[in-house]
């Protein structure tokens, strides 16, 4: 049996009225829960596998445990550390020292562990889908902050956006919109105009990866459901994307929408010299 979405919509998590508002506390307390329940694990794994094979070490060499117990030291460490540097990072919604590339990885390989175990801690996955893309929106607008302006951003929006009585093909061609107004793809174009961004609308994962390389944007600024905000963002990963949850007024995937306001505050943000424009 086909699996149906609820037609209701999550309230979000942020608000922002003119100006960007960081990841709510309660946000960052689940990531960085499931970060410490993760680190307490993996380590309890290492630890068994060291113990484990302990006696079989010593009938092969006198001083096999001991280096595998300097190796199994150093791993843990190694996790144990870079854990902690995300931690700092989701914590203080700024970068530190060696935390970019490290927040790649964690990007691809961390949430889906984090979805796990917070199914096992009793969080729902949209609880973690959400903690997981406010936090990343803290961090993607201290990046912003704290080095220059993005030259290219680019605005990806759903296909749903659409009214889904218009004939006009928008996809790829955001510009072909008759601007009716019956959706809101016309206000999305004018605020691409107004603050000299492009604008794309895709139909799923492949011809949104497709627009990004076509664009190769300095940031994006993406509208989405939960499972593809979440796995565009790590499908993206260096590239640093603003991720913001589509409303469903309707149900999934039928004349969604998007808190315009929202839109332009990030603009705004990101782009301090475009403000007054």
Known sequence: M????????????????????????????????????FGII???????????????????????????????????????????????????????????????????????ILVGLGRLAGFRREQVQHAFVAVNNELVLAQCRNGSPPRSVLLLMPHCLQDKDCLVKVTHQAQNCKRCG???????????????????????????????????PDLIIAVACERDLTSGIQDTTPLPVYGIFNQRPFGPCLNTRVALDRVESVLREVLPGKCGQ
């Not at 037609?7 to 922002?16: D, I």
């Not at 959706?183 to 605020?191: A, H, M, Q, R």
């Not at 011809?207 to 990004?212: D, G, M």
Request: proline share 5%; charged share 15%; aromatic share 6%.
């Open 42 to 112: 993996a380590t309890a794994i290492l630890i068994l596998l060291y113990i484990v094979p302990y006696y079989g070490f010593s009938r092969i060499s006198a001083h096999l445990p001991l280096i595998m117990a300097i190796l199994t030291a150093l791993v843990g460490a190694v996790l144990l550390g870079s854990l902690g540097v995300l931690i700092a990072v989701f914590a203080l919604g700024r970068d530190v020292p060696f935390s970019r590339k490290l927040r790649s990885v964690a990007i691809k390989l961390l949430l889906p």
């Open 182 to 216: 019956k959706c809101s793809i016309k206000d999305l174009l004018g605020l691409a105009e107004k603050y000299g961004v492009h604008i794309a609308v895709a139909t799923g994962g492949t011809i949104a990866r497709r627009i990004v390389i076509e664009v190769r």
């Open 2 to 37: 086909t699996h149906v979405e609820k037609p209701t919509e999550l309230p979000q998590k942020e608000s922002f009225a003119g100006f960007s508002q960081p990841a709510a506390g309660s946000e960052k307390r689940i990531v960085i829960s499931l970060v410490v329940l």
